[in-house]
């Protein structure tokens, strides 16, 4: 099977990408912008369609995003906007036509009317089911990041640890979040894309490791892998979701379940990154 990776730059759609080449039976066509201007789904919807007629399956990974601080500080803003409705307009207008099965790459913030960037996911999900499409919902995925103005809070930590011999956190890290690791995922996209035609459309897809941890908990488990101190802020921050905390729902867990821990997770993630 030939699997479209759209947004395959990113840090779920490299790894997918190097998942589904290493597996011998699929292969990855590769699509973002970052390696080609003309890749461009906000403009380039001729490029979209004949990447997209060449593939069995669309994987819409795709999305201006990134970590929590490039939310705060661009979510609320006409460009990000701007930037992922005409990209989720084209893209969904293609898979329209074409009829290509697929898979939306949502958030379990969708629900957060507070967040510009859960009510968009929350429309790409209303687009998705339009089409028949599966809908699912990341929490935290992880993995090696190469754009550093999107680092997500694993390879933020990781990156202070290294340049400054310490963390030094923004807040006192009692958020607690659900963290899965990058290959643990691209292995659920896989086994959702293979029962494609059975997997129930009115159920939720969370994908997810189903554990809490606080994020003071992860800068130690950084720390003591990289030997550096961990410094705590003076007070509680989280200004992307407003303390609000959505419960995972386990009906995934029929298809696929985790495998790596958040610590054997965080140390290949070390490994990987310079």
Not at 70 to 93: A, E, G, K, P, V
Not at 168 to 177: A, F, I, P, T, V
Not at 228 to 247: H, W
């Amino acid at each position: 099977m030939k699997y479209l990776v759209l947004g395959s730059a990113g840090q779920i759609g490299s790894h997918f990408c190097a998942f589904i080449n290493r597996s011998g039976e699929h292969s990855a066509i590769p699509f973002d912008v970052v390696h080609d201007p003309a890749e461009d789904l906000r403009e380039n919807v001729a490029l979209l369609r004949q990447r997209a007629q060449a593939a069995d399956f669309v994987m819409f990974l795709a999305f201006d995003v990134g970590g929590a601080l490039y939310l705060q500080q661009y979510q609320h803003t006409y460009d990000f906007i701007s930037n992922n409705i005409r990209l989720m307009n084209h893209t969904f207008t293609v898979l329209r036509e074409l009829n290509k099965p697929f898979i939306f790459a949502s958030s379990q913030m969708s629900n957060m009317g507070q967040s510009s960037y859960g009510c968009l996911k929350s429309v790409g999900e209303h687009y998705t089911n339009s089409l028949n499409g599966i809908v699912v919902k990341f929490w935290n995925v992880y993995g090696v990041e190469h754009d550093p103005s999107k680092f997500h809070v694993i390879t933020d930590f990781i990156k202070k640890a290294r340049r400054t011999g310490k963390i030094e956190m923004l807040s006192n890290g009692q958020e607690e979040r659900q963290f899965l690791y990058a290959d643990d995922c691209c292995e659920g996209l896989h086994a959702l894309a293979l029962n494609y035609a059975s997997v129930p459309r009115n159920q939720p897809l969370h994908i997810t490791n189903f554990k809490w941890n606080k994020i003071l908990d992860v800068a130690h488990i950084i720390g003591t892998e990289l030997k550096v101190p961990v410094l705590p802020g003076p007070q509680a921050s989280d200004p992307t979701q407003l303390f609000k905390k959505n419960e995972p729902d386990p009906f995934i867990l029929k298809y696929w379940q985790p495998q790596i821990s958040l610590e054997e997770g965080v140390r290949r993630v070390i490994a990987d990154t310079i």
